[in-house]
T-cell receptor, first 111, second 111 residues
Framework: NAGVTQTPKFRVLKTGQSMTLLCAQD?????MYWYRQDPGMGLRLIHY???????AKGEVPDGYNVSRLKKQNFLLGLESAAPSQTSVYFC??????????FGQGTRLTVV | TQLLEQSPQFLSIQEGENLTVYCNSS?????LQWYRQEPGEGPVLLVT?????EVKKLKRLTFQFGDARKDSSLHITAAQPGDTGLYLC???????????FGTGTKLQVIP
């Protein structure tokens, strides 16, 4: 049972480069989330989705885009990476009104 | 933006001691969850509380949801080294779609 899988696990980008982080879940969950985690700041919500084809902005959406073309996948895109986007990114999924299951995170460094 | 403030931010105690971690907000939440996160891993759910004044126990951990559903506490009795980790509270509101995380409490239990 894979649960929530994030790829890649590590990445180093140069300023201005683009990349896409993939989150895949095999639990048929409706809700999916992208968070970033920085030291001393807990988890901050970037974007979320309440179902296939829908997305919504979270607390810190600037510089990121997302897509949920298939229920099991939630993609996070960085069009032009900046050093301020250096962080650990976590994807989570949950059925409604229940616990969130998290992936193992993607450590992104922008130089 | 709904904010969840946790205190203390860091806690280093000896094995066998008791401790309490607090999670406070000015907003009302439909439910509140506590997660524990270990280095290099995503957060894992410990408990969900949904009723104002609710108390839940999980072995040596006691969780309480405030009467007004704006705050919560986590009490650990006789802490053990295996309790070491980052403790995060998370609140759900707006139909359970949006989950906001607290700033986190980093606990170290010294043998």
């Amino acid at each position: 049972n894979a649960g929530v899988t994030q790829t890649p696990k590590f990445r180093v980008l140069k300023t201005g480069q683009s990349m896409t982080l993939l989150c895949a879940q095999d639990m048929n969950h409706e809700y999916m989330y992208w968070y970033r985690q920085d030291p001393g700041m807990g988890l901050r919500l970037i974007h979320y989705s309440v179902g296939e084809g829908t997305t919504a902005k979270g607390e810190v959406p600037d510089g990121y885009n997302v897509s949920r073309l298939k229920k099991q996948n939630f993609l996070l895109g960085l069009e032009s990476a900046a050093p301020s986007q250096t962080s650990v990114y976590f994807c989570a999924s949950r059925p409604s009104r229940a616990e969130a299951f998290f992936g193992q995170g993607t450590r992104l460094t922008v130089v | 933006t709904q904010l969840l403030e946790q205190s203390p931010q860091f806690l280093s105690i000896q094995e066998g001691e008791n401790l309490t971690v607090y999670c406070n907000s000015s907003s009302v939440f439909s439910s509140l969850q506590w997660y524990r996160q270990e280095p290099g891993e995503g957060p894992v759910l410990l408990v969900t509380v949904v009723t104002g004044g609710e108390v839940k126990k999980l072995k040596r951990l006691t969780f309480q949801f405030g009467d007004a559903r704006k705050d919560s506490s986590l009490h650990i009795t006789a802490a053990q080294p295996g309790d070491t980790g980052l403790y995060l509270c998370a609140g759900s509101s707006g139909g359970y779609q949006k989950v906001t995380f607290g700033t986190g409490t980093k606990l170290q239990v010294i043998p």
